[in-house]
């Protein structure tokens, strides 16, 4: 099959579907560090042989500077010359913090990506963005850089846990939301086989979704337009994310929260048809997202929607859904967001 590339400006990104994961997959010929949380290093540390690796602590809590300073600290002890390669193997977390380490060190070596969740295969990996959490804000600090390569081994999929799997089915549903009506059907009409991990049916819905995001950032490689559209959902569970300390939500549960809550929005502006913001919440809850957050402080949400990267001119710009295949970026202010988040 011919891999999946994608061009970011001046960088290219190869997508490849492996087997399995090989030190010969991971790196280049100048060698480099495999960087995992302890998870993917228990599951998956073999991959790696014999190259030096960095094990982070797991989790989104624990996507801060500490990660990225052992991840360059081991970088700097092995010698790793900037033809050397930084290779993340993990979730969204790892993926984010070995890219960021990338690109800071030596102001920029090599790096790869093999992403083993289905959140990271399908949006994290892909694209450039990367980035670390910063005073209780989701991904304050970060930089634009894409991996040369992305490496995606299905069978990682098998390893999953049910909550982080159904994780990345909600970046899955935000993804044809925005830009795919045939996945989109797929999701609706196929909830078992997607639900029964069907090797099959994922391997069609990842690679749908690659060209999806990879078509958005290729146009937009900086987010200045169209790429933005792939943040439905995420200004409100980002804000969701943070008033919670990064516990209880998955980040895929959040995202299909803040997609409810932009359908609210959406509909209150009249942009969103109302049989619309019906199917899709809908679909989010039959499987099994949650549309409430009685535990969250509505003026918490708000504030921490404050500080999103995405805000300009001190308005919030959100992505609202008119129709499935259908999005647009809207500026909205605080007074216009209080009321669909109920703040008093």
Not at 37 to 51: H, K, S, V, W, Y
Not at 53 to 77: F, I, M, N, T, Y
Not at 310 to 333: D, H, M, N, Q
């Amino acid at each position: 099959m011919t891999p999946l590339s994608f061009r970011f400006g001046a960088a290219v990104t190869e997508v490849l579907f492996e087997d399995r994961l090989t030190p010969e997959s991971l790196v280049g010929p100048a060698g480099g560090i495999v960087v995992f949380d302890g998870n993917t290093e228990r599951l998956f540390g073999m991959a790696a042989g014999a190259l030096a690796r960095a094990v982070l602590e797991p989790g989104e809590a624990h996507k801060d500077w500490e990660a990225v300073e052992r991840v360059l600290s081991r970088c700097a002890g092995e010698g790793l010359g900037r033809d050397g390669t930084v290779a993340g193997v993990g979730g969204g977390v790892v993926c984010d913090l070995a890219a960021f380490a990338a690109s800071l060190y030596m102001r920029g070596c090599g790096l790869i990506l093999a992403p083993t969740t289905l959140l990271a295969m399908v949006d994290a990996a892909l694209g450039g963005k990367t980035g670390m959490d910063f005073r209780g804000y989701k991904n304050l600090v970060g930089t634009f850089y894409p991996a040369s390569r992305m490496v995606l081994c299905m069978a990682a999929l098998e390893t999953l846990p049910e909550r982080e799997y159904a994780s990345g089915l909600a970046e899955m549903l935000k993804t044809a939301l925005i830009g795919d009506p045939g996945l989109w059907t797929a999701l609706r009409d196929g909830r078992d086989a997607f639900r029964a991990r069907d090797p099959a049916t994922l391997r069609w819905a990842v690679e749908r979704c690659i060209a999806v995001k990879g078509g958005l950032c290729e146009r937009d490689p900086r987010e200045s337009g169209d790429r933005a559209l792939l943040n439905l959902g995420h200004t409100f569970g980002h804000g969701l994310e943070s008033a919670c300390g990064f516990r209880g939500w998955t980040h895929g549960e959040a995202v299909a929260w803040g997609i409810g809550r932009a359908l609210a929005f959406g509909e209150a502006s009249g942009f969103t048809p109302g049989d619309h913001a019906r199917e899709v919440r809908g679909l989010l809850a039959s499987y099994g997202y949650r549309m409430d957050a009685p535990e969250a402080d509505p003026g918490r949400i708000l504030e921490a929607m404050g500080k999103d990267k995405k805000r300009r001119g001190g308005r919030l710009r959100l992505i609202l859904s008119g129709g499935v295949g259908t999005a647009a970026v809207v500026e909205a202010s605080e007074e216009d967001v209080r009321a669909v988040l109920e703040v008093p």
